[in-house]
């Protein structure tokens, strides 16, 4: 029988966080992938001021520095008149001490890869790819681990003290605790693309493009656009009927700059659809079993802020269970502790996001053109100096975490592994 005092479900950027932080304290930790490897697609490639702040900590800021990358500095959004007003300066942040006043663009698989390379130094990491949890196991009453298949099709268990759904909206662990959840109406979904990028376009800007019933936000990368359409939920199925012409032509008429390129997509099997959802846990836990990440809270993606929410989510759940886990004596009252944490960022992030679509749902509802921006994005546009609100709220927002003294390294450029702090 395999045994471990801690098992993390998904190799996301929660996952990973979690398993290396426990492991920099000493706690036996599985952390469970059911990809081979962490090369498959991700939409989610945003890494923010708050989880660059905790990656210095953890001595691993110089090579997450290292990473190809672009660096998004500024917002913009459409104004009354049809222009492009900025919104957002990440550059002001400097002026409040923000070491990284920018968001890296960072292919996720590239930050996985560096959390899984930290977390292999440590002696008491175990990171198990092609590996999924199929379902938990219930001993008297409490989650004692998971069963799994490997990508072989070889089952097994895994015994745990705790075991941590790290594993996405979708998170086969949480749908099967009963844990109640909050669903919020999101009246959009989302579909991904790329088109190429020439090196004289603008770079270290986001914007955002409003087309009749939709819109596009357009994300530099380092060589080429990761492009975001926005248009009413549920029409997935429309779209993909009238075909790759009638999509290039949309994107053309969104994007008049990109309309040379847009032939770059052959197909619709290069436009990617993620259902946009927008969810919390009204509680976190149940016996032996724990929630964090988009598992305990789906974020839209409106503003990025997923994966700097669930990753603070890590760090703090490590901070607050180490110790027990240690002991071996984590508590349901422990596991409390962390949502009573995590529960206030969670809803005011969540509330800014839904303060968010108010300007986005109207537009897409009706069909018309986006019209004139909110009562919110109006405050921003009109008065400048509410341009640092915004983006510090983004970028580092409402509660950051620090990285616990335990897990703190101190960087030695060339020198391998980063040195321990004490």
């Known amino acids: 029988m395999e045994r471990t005092t801690c ?18 304290a ?41 990473l190809p990358q672009s660096r998004v500095t500024e917002v913009l959004l459409p104004d009354a008149r049809g222009g492009l007003r900025r919104i957002g300066d990440f550059g002001q942040l400097g002026r409040l001490g923000v070491r990284h006043p920018y968001v890296a663009i960072v292919p996720q698989w590239d930050l996985l890869d560096l ?13 198990r790819m092609g590996t999924e949890a199929t379902s938990a196991i219930r001993e008297r009453g409490r989650v004692a681990g998971v069963a799994y298949r490997t990508a072989a099709g070889a089952v097994g268990e895994i015994r745990a003290d ?76 429309q779209l993909r009927a009238r075909g790759i012409e009638a999509f290039r032509r949309e994107v053309a008429g969104l994007l008049p700059e990109c309309a040379d390129r847009v032939g770059e997509l052959s197909s619709m099997d290069d436009v990617k659809h993620l259902e946009v959802k927008l969810n919390r846990l009204r509680r976190w836990h149940v016996d032996g079993l724990l929630c964090i990440g988009d598992a305990a809270h789906a974020m839209s993606p409106v503003g990025g802020m997923g994966i700097n929410l669930a990753v603070q989510d890590a760090v703090a759940t490590a901070a ?25 960022p969670t809803f005011l992030v969540q509330t800014l996001q839904r303060i968010m679509h108010t300007d986005l749902a109207g537009p897409i509802r009706s069909g018309t053109q986006a019209g004139p921006p909110g009562p919110l994005i109006t405050a921003f546009l009109r008065f400048p100096a509410l341009h640092v609100l915004p983006v510090y709220l983004v970028g580092m927002g409402f509660r950051p975490e620090r990285a616990p003294a335990f897990a703190r390294r101190e960087a030695v450029p060339g020198r391998g592994a980063p040195r321990s702090v004490r």
């Open 7 to 24: 098992c993390v479900v998904g190799g996301g950027p929660a996952g990973m966080m979690l398993g290396l932080l426990l492991a920099r």
């Open 26 to 66: 000493g706690v036996d930790v599985t952390v469970l992938e059911k990809h081979d490897d962490f090369r498959h697609d991700f939409r989610g490639d945003t890494v923010h001021p708050a989880t660059l702040a905790v990656l210095d900590e953890l001595g691993l800021g110089e090579r997450f520095a290292e």
């Open 115 to 127: 959390l899984a390379e930290a977390g292999r130094a440590e002696p008491t990491f175990h990171l």
């Open 162 to 237: 705790l075991t941590v759904a790290c594993d996405g909206r979708r998170s086969r662990l949480r749908a099967a605790s009963g844990l109640p959840v909050t669903e919020f109406d999101i009246p959009f979904d989302t579909w991904w693309f790329r088109l190429s990028r020439r090196k004289e376009e603008q770079d270290g800007v986001l914007t955002r493009r409003a087309g009749r019933g939709c819109f596009a936000v357009v994300i530099p990368r380092e060589d080429y656009f990761q492009i975001g359409y926005v248009a009413a939920k549920g029409t997935d199925g």
């Open 320 to 344: 607050l269970l180490a110790g027990p886990l240690r002991g071996g004596t984590v508590t349901t009252k422990d596991l409390a502790r962390v949502r009573r944490r995590r529960a206030l």
